[in-house]
C-alpha cells in the first residue's frame, strides 16, 4: 500500500456523539487530521478528550456520527445496537441450522438417533425459525423465502412424524418416503448447508448490511495506534515482549506454522524481534530490552508505550496526555521524540494538559469543552480565542483579556 | 530469562532429565518395579492434563474449574470408540481430542465476555453437565456401569501389554504436548495469550483479535485434556463416571497453583510432586485414614499462599 502523501486527508470524523445514559460526553465533535501533520486536542478536565479518542479506535462504540479512516468507514451507519442484535441473530441461524447435521446422521444410525427428544428438537427448530423471521426481515428477498422455505420444511417434518408414529420407538419419519437410504439423508445435508452457505459465504454483505462494529484490533490493524492516559503495558510481560505484541497485527504465523517450527513462522519471529529492537531504540530504551516493563522507571513506561504503538506501524498514533507527570527535562525529550516520530512519516494525535508542550509540538489544535468543539486552529488563534480562556479560566479572565 | 526458556533451550539441562525418565523401567526395583511404573505413568498423564489445564488460568489467565470435563469426555469418546469398532489407539485419539476441542470450543463461546469468578462458575457448570450425561445417558455410556474392556493401546497392529510399553507411550503424548506448548508459549499466540491476560484493551489496541485467541486457547486445552483423557481410558481398561468428579478438576488446579500459574516447568514440577505424594501417603497412612491424605493437599496450598503466593517456580521474577 503506498504510504499517503504528506496533506492527504487521514481521519475525518464528523459530528461523533458518545452518550453513557443521560450524560452526553462528546457532543457532535468533527475533527481532521492530515498525514504528516501534528494535531492537539486540549480541554480542562471531563471535557471528553479521552471519550473521543476511545470512539476513534473503537473501544467505545460512538452512538451516532461517522468516523473514516484513510477511506475506511470505522464506525457502522446501522446503529451499531441494532446491528448486533442482527448479526447475533443471524449467526444464531445458523449454528441452529447446524444441529440439522446431527439429524440427518440419525439416517445412518436410526436406532442411536431417533427418539422422542429428535422430534421436539424438530419442532423447537421450526418455532425458533420462525421467531427469527422478525428480526432477519432486514435481508436481501431471496435470502427471506429460503427461510421461509426452511421453516415450513421443519413444520412439516416434525408434523408428520408426530402424525405418522404414535410409537417413536418403531415409525420413523423416513419410512414415509420410497428413497429411504440415499434422498432424505442427501437433502437433509442440503438443508443444513445452504443457510451456513448462505451466511458465512455472503458474511461481508450480510456485515455490511447489518453494520457490523468494526473492532479495535480491526482498526489497530489499519493503522491507527494508541498509547493511554493511565499507562497499559502487560506489565508483568519484558519490554521486548510488549513491544512484539505491537508487532502481532502484522504477522500471521498461524497455529500449525508455529508448532511445526515452518521456516516462514521462524523468519517472522526474528523479523519481529528486529524491528521490535529498533522500535525500542527509537524510543531510546535500547538498554531496557529485558526488563519488565512493570518495574520500569514511569517515564520509560511511557516511551515503552509508545514503542509498542509504533511497532504496529500506524499511519496515525494517538497519544493520550503522553506528558503527565512528567519533569521539565523529560517533557522535553518528549517533544523530541514526537517531533522524530512526525519526520518518520506518521501523523500524530495528540491530547495534553501541558500546554508548553502542545504549543510547542501542534501544527493545529482543537479545544473540547463539556463535550463539545469550541474551537480550533494553529496554536496562536487558539490561545487568543476568548471561549478558550473562559473554558479554562473563567467568563471574568476571559473579559479582562478582551 | 524465564526457567522455562533455559530448560526447553538448554540441552545440558533437559538431556540429563530426560535420560533419567527414559531408563526409569529398567532400574532395578525389585517386587515394587510395577507399582512404581503404574505411579510413574499415572503422574506422566497429569503432567500432560496440567499442561492442558495452565493454557486457560495460566496463559490467558481465566480460572477453570472444569477441567475433568474434557478429561472424562477425551476417556468416554476414547473408550467407546475402542469398544464398538475395536479402532487403533492411533485414529481413536485424535478423534478424543478433536471431540475435547469442539466442546472447548462451544464452552468457550458464549462465555467470552465473562471474566474471573463468572467464568469460573460457567466452567464448573459445564464439566458436571458433561459427567451427568456420562451417568444418565445410558444407551450412549452405560451411565453408572462404566465402560469395561477397552482394549489396551497399540501400535503398527501389536498390542502393547506390558507396563514400561504404556509408560513410554504417555511419555511420548507427554512430550508431544509439551513441544506445543513450549513451541506456542514463545511464539505470537502465547504472546497474544499474555496480553489477553494482562489487559485485555490494551491487547485490542495493539491488534490481537481477544475473542480468536480466547477460543484458540479454550480449545488447545480441552483438546489436550481430553487426549489424557483417551490414554488414560485405553491404559486403564475401565471407565466410570466417578472417576471424574469435580475434585478432580481441582486436584488438577492444585498441581499448576502448586507449580506457579502459567509455569511450564512449575505445572510438570507440582504433578511431578503431588501426584506421587497421594500414593506414598497411601502406603505410609493406615487404611482407615487414607482418604485423609487429601487433606494434606489442602495444607500444602495454605502454606503456599503464606511463603511462595505465585507458586514454586514463579512466571515472574522481580
Redesign the interface.
Known sequence: MAEPKTGELLLKAQKVVKRFGGLTAVKEVSLEVRAGEIVGLIGPNGAGKTTFFNCL?A?AVPTSGEITFAGHSLVSQVTPATGRLIFRFSLLFALLSLLWLPLALGVVWPE?FFRMEAVLALSTLALFRIYLLKPLRHFRPWSRLLLIIFTLVDGVCAASWLWHSPDFSEITFFDLFPFYPMLVPGALVLLTITPVFLLLFNLPRVKEAFGQHV???VI??LGI??T?QNI??????SAL?NV????????R???FG??L?LPQ?RK??RD?VAKATECLKFVGLGEQL?S?AG?LPYGDQRRLEIA??L??EPKLLLLDEPAAGMNPTESAALITLVRRISQAGIAVLIIEHDMKVIMNLADRIYVLDHGELIASGTPSEVRRNPKVIEAYLGAQHAAAEA | ?HLDDRLFNDKRLYLPLLAVVLILPWLPMGSAGPYVLRVATLTLVYMVLALGLNVVPGFTGLLDLGYVGFFGLGAYTAGLLTVHYQWSIWLVLPLAALNGAFWGVLRGAPTLRLSDDYFAIVTFGFSELIILVIRNEL??TRGPMGVPGIARPDIFGRVLDQPWQAFYLILFFLLLVL??VV??RS???G??W??VR??E??????????ATYKI?AFA?SAAIGALAGAFYARWFRFIHPDMFKFWESILILCLIVFGGMGSITGALLGALVLIPLTEVLRIVLPAELSNARYLLFGLIIVFMMRWRPAGLLP??K?
Open positions: 479506535n473501544v442411536t473492532r479495535a484490533d489497530t490493524r495506534g494508541r493511554f497499559r503495558l502487560f506489565s508483568s510481560l515482549d512484539k505484541l505491537g508487532r502481532h497485527c502484522r504477522t504465523a498461524n497455529f508455529i508448532v517450527g513462522a517472522e519471529e519481529s529485558k519488565r518495574s509498542r504503538a511497532a504496529t | 530469562m444407551w450412549l513441544w506445543v513451541k506456542i511464539s505470537r499466540l504472546r497474544a499474555f496480553a494482562e489487559d484493551i490494551a491487547a485490542e489496541c495493539v491488534g490481537v483479535n481477544v484458540i488447545l512466571v515472574e522481580e
